[in-house]
């Protein structure tokens, strides 16, 4: 196996410049620390952990981490995480991909480098960092999000099922011009909340207007959008799925800006992580899911698997629930629209 001297021969530099090259100095030149990489690379050298193996796992973000954009579904995934962990007297630290990762360094010479033993990946729609990582041979998991590629451990709920029962259920509620909101990240979670969509209006011959399908921004803001978008239709929506607490939050918030009255003239069903949907005027019909089991979970098996005591593979989807609230009654007998001013049109 290569080491820190080997390479500082092959470069023609000093062991301590290596090391700084390694380690992302500072002060290190650039063409340096690139040409160090390289051959580090080249004959395949990983660090040397301490003689007391290190009982950290990294929470890892391919670009920011935590936003507030995310709504609650993070701090309650963390509260799990923090609850798995601690089973094993394991600790967790966040890291960030995009911010830390050398140029053409490996990920496994990466997360020995932050002391990490094994990586829980939040994956938001990154493709094959999954793939790539296991590839490696480092230990992971997906949380909340999927991929079938051989090898590769994640646990995620899947809401296809009750988003299928969200749009039934306004159906039977007479509504016919149903929008979806959905989210601009389409991890394999928000592809499973438009599938659902999807397959409910196809299962009742309901044809799918493609003016009805809103792609916005997981915030209060991209809510308050898709509402003035929707009823602002020559044949405005009815009813509108939303995939994302905050979008649903802020769709809430909109309606009682404009003083559209929800459920009798817009009936509303979002999606929850946590709560959130008890703490809304109205409280509202929502398909959800348990994100702290989600955390608990990739933990729990990350850290036996490093211990020696878990299966050595991993895949798990769990169910979540569609709950009725006060957001969603019947069609009303006059959809109501939005003018371009702002006015809501009421016909008789």
């Excluded at 990489?37 to 920011?64: E, F, H």
């Excluded at 149903?178 to 209006?201: C, F, P, S, W």
């Excluded at 009798?264 to 999606?271: A, C, H, K, N, T």
């Excluded at 019909?285 to 211990?307: F, M």
Aim: hydrophobic letters at 35%.
């Amino acid at each position: 196996m290569a080491s820190v001297r080997k390479i500082a021969k092959e470069v023609g530099v000093s062991v301590a410049t290596v090391s700084r090259a390694l380690n992302d100095h500072p002060e290190i030149n650039v063409k340096t620390k690139q040409k160090v990489i390289d051959v580090a690379n080249r004959m395949g050298y990983v660090p040397t952990m301490s003689r007391t193996p290190s009982n950290v796992v990294g929470l890892v973000y391919p670009s920011d981490p935590v936003r507030t954009s995310f709504g609650d579904f993070e701090s309650a995934m963390l509260s799990g995480i923090l609850q798995g962990i601690n089973e094993q007297s394991f600790d967790v630290t966040i890291v960030n991909l995009e911010r830390d990762k050398l140029p053409d360094e490996s990920y496994t010479r990466f997360f020995r480098r932050k002391g990490v033993r094994g990586v829980i990946l939040r994956a938001l729609a990154s493709g094959s960092l999954a793939e790539d990582i296991i590839n490696e041979g480092f230990p992971c998991i997906i949380v909340a999000d999927r991929s079938e590629k051989p090898g590769v451990n994640y646990v995620c709920g899947d809401s296809r099922i009750d988003s299928v029962k969200a749009i039934e259920h306004l159906i039977y509620l007479g509504h016919t011009r149903i929008a979806l909101g959905a989210h601009t990240k389409m991890d394999t979670d928000h592809r499973d909340r438009e599938a659902g969509y999807l397959e409910a209006l196809h299962k009742h011959g309901i044809g799918i207007d493609r003016d009805l399908v809103v792609a916005l921004p997981s915030s209060p803001e991209g809510g308050a959008e898709s509402v003035d978008r929707l009823l602002s239709l020559d044949d405005p929506a009815t009813a509108i799925y939303i995939t994302t607490p905050l979008s649903t939050v802020g769709a809430l918030h909109r309606c009682l800006e404009l003083g559209v009255r929800v459920p009798q003239e817009l009936s509303i069903v979002g999606f929850d992580d946590g709560d959130v949907r008890k703490r809304t005027f109205p409280p509202y019909t929502a398909v959800c899911q348990n994100a702290e089991q989600l955390g608990v979970e990739a933990a729990r098996w990350l850290t036996r698997a490093l211990n020696g005591s878990a299966d050595s593979v991993f895949r798990v989807k769990h169910p979540t629930t569609f709950e009725i609230n006060v957001s969603t009654g019947m069609k009303p007998n006059n959809p109501i629209r939005l003018r371009p001013d702002g006015v809501v049109i009421r016909e008789c």
